[in-house]
């Protein structure tokens, strides 16, 4: 019913900047908070930013200052400008939302399939 669908991913040398896109399609009445999270090998799934229906955010100590969490309500997209990529950014990135939909009513959390991000040093 619902789908997210990430792009952008790839492989950069340290320094460099990507941009991660998320789309959501589906029977979709109201996009709620939105998020990304990132897995690299050997760690846990990690919170990377995070943003609200307002625009308000948030980012993991890691990556404030150089990582961009932004929306576009009307498209149904979230982005993530990423700048000044290290090696340890490498990982798979996955787009997460708090979907709501109508008839039937649910309010549910939705996940993206991933998008590989390799840094090179």
């Known amino acids: 019913q619902v789908q997210l669908v990430e792009s952008g991913g790839g492989l950069v040398q340290a320094g460099g900047s990507l941009r991660l896109s998320c789309a959501a399609s589906?029977?979709?009445?109201?996009?709620?908070?939105m998020a990304w999270y990132r897995q690299a090998p050997g760690n846990s799934r990690e919170l990377v930013a995070r943003i609200t229906v307002d625009g308000s955010s948030n980012y993991a100590d890691s990556v404030k200052g150089r990582f961009t969490i932004s929306r576009d309500n009307a498209k149904r997209m979230v982005y993530l400008q990423m700048n000044s990529l290290k090696p340890e950014d490498t990982a798979v990135y996955y787009c997460?939302?708090?979907?709501?939909?109508?008839?039937?009513?649910?309010?549910?959390?939705?996940w993206g399939q991933g998008t590989q991000v390799t840094v090179s040093s």
């Open positions: 997460n939302a708090e979907v709501v939909t109508m008839n039937p009513y649910t309010r549910r959390d939705s």
């Open positions: 589906g029977s979709i009445v109201r996009l709620n908070t």
